[in-house]
């Protein structure tokens, strides 16, 4: 990578010696750049697709990810919320991984770094950290973003389209309550005018018998 570079820098760096000293700044500068865009791509590079990731409850969610390193990496994931720090799982890629006890039977491990929880709840939303170690030392973090929901957007609409039945129906049933009550108050009013009758008539055949 650094070979074919070489001659180049070498005539800039010269060409700017015969120039200006300003230019042979540069020319260091771009060679310096140059070095550590190499030293880098030697440690470990992390790829992760997606890095919020939306779910909803007893979903299977995998927080996906890839790496490139030399040699097997160490690989570590951790949890964080803003109450708790947890580790989930450490492991080398082809052996056993280690998984804490809060995570036990819920989490499992594939060889590109990647993990997948096992039906999510609400207190799974938070921040999940990964870091790849290599053997030499350096290492690499990311984060993947989870939110979970309660309720499905299936669901939602249900219980909205519930919402309106019901409002529907208590609808109906305070006019028909309504219509009771006025006719129940006719009725009422017409049978107290005949028993106000019948009271005084009663009456003055009291007062007759009296
Ligand atoms: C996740 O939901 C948030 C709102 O809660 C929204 O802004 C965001 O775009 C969603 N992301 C994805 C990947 O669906
Ligand atoms: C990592 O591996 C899993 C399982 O093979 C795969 O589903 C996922 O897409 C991979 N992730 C990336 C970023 O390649
Ligand atoms: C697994 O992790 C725990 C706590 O981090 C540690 O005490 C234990 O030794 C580890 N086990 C193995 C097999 O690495």
Redesign the pocket.
């Known amino acids: 990578m650094r070979g074919p570079h070489r001659p180049g820098r070498a005539q800039e760096a010269s060409a700017a010696r015969g120039g200006e000293n300003r230019g042979f700044s540069l020319g260091l500068l771009a060679l310096c750049l140059a070095a550590a865009r190499c030293l880098q791509s030697q440690g470990v590079s992390l790829?992760i697709?997606q890095s919020t990731i939306n779910a909803t409850v007893q979903e299977d969610i995998?927080l996906?990810?890839?790496y490139s390193c030399h040699g097997v990496p160490t690989i570590e994931w951790k949890y964080t919320s803003t109450w708790a720090t947890q580790k989930i799982v450490e492991w080398k890629p082809g052996s056993q991984a280690n998984i804490s006890e809060s995570h036990k039977d819920r989490v499992s491990t594939?060889d590109?770094g990647?993990i997948q929880l096992f039906s999510v709840g609400v207190r799974d939303s938070g921040y999940y950290v990964i870091t790849v170690t290599e053997h030499v030392g350096s290492s690499q973090f990311g984060t993947i973003v989870l939110h979970v929901s309660e309720i499905r957007y299936e669901d939602l609409h249900f219980v909205a389209v519930l919402l309106a039945l019901l409002a529907a129906v208590a609808a109906v049933l305070i006019s028909l309550m309504w219509v009771c009550n006025r006719c129940a108050y006719k009725f009422q009013r017409k049978r107290r005018h005949k028993l106000k009758e019948s009271t005084t008539e009663e009456i003055e055949l009291q007062n007759v018998e009296c």
């Open positions: 790829y697709p995998l996906s990810v890839d594939f590109n990647s």
